[in-house]
């Protein structure tokens, strides 16, 4: 909307359930600049089905992380738990909407963990060798510990859930 009634004499008003910048929020009724079509899909059939707009999240005992190239995903199993299993674990090039650093992806739960599978290499056994049995580990995304290219000259990301117990 603010494309189309920029120039024209409109005063911005914030209202209830209506929020900026794609973070979901339980009560949002209409959630600004979601970049994906399909995250917008979820959010709308959610909506319509009178549950939370934002998903249900992963379950107790589940974390995720997830970082860009050249950055470090943490991971980190709450207080006197420590990783027990490896769900997902994936590197390659964001989808549309992944890249935006606003969106929230470990808020949606499993629902949104999405691959680019043209552009994607299973990273499950690297996470498992790094992580299993510790209560927190850091990953470093970057060409020496994922030395393989799923598709040359595209920014890339690593995103991963583990199970803690």
Request: charged share 20%.
């Amino acid at each position: 909307m603010g494309v189309v009634l920029y120039g024209y004499n409109v005063t911005y008003r914030s209202a209830l359930g209506f929020h900026p910048w794609g973070h979901c929020q339980h009560d949002a009724l209409l959630i600004h600049y979601m970049r994906s079509p399909a995250q917008m899909r979820r959010y709308s059939r959610r909506a319509a089905a009178g549950q939370d707009v934002c998903g249900n999240g992963f379950p107790e005992g589940e974390v995720c992380a997830r970082a860009a190239q050249n950055k470090d995903a943490e991971i980190t199993c709450p207080a006197g738990t420590t990783v027990s299993r490896v769900t997902f674990a994936a590197y390659g090039r964001p989808l549309p909407g992944q890249e935006h650093k606003l969106y929230r992806w470990c808020g949606e739960g499993m629902e949104g963990v999405l691959t680019d599978s043209e552009c994607s290499v299973d990273r499950t056994p690297l996470v498992e060798s790094h992580c299993l049995g510790k209560q927190r580990c850091k990953i470093a995304v970057n060409t020496k510990v994922f030395p393989e290219d799923p598709c040359p000259g595209k920014a890339k990301h690593f995103q991963a859930v583990v199970k803690c117990g």
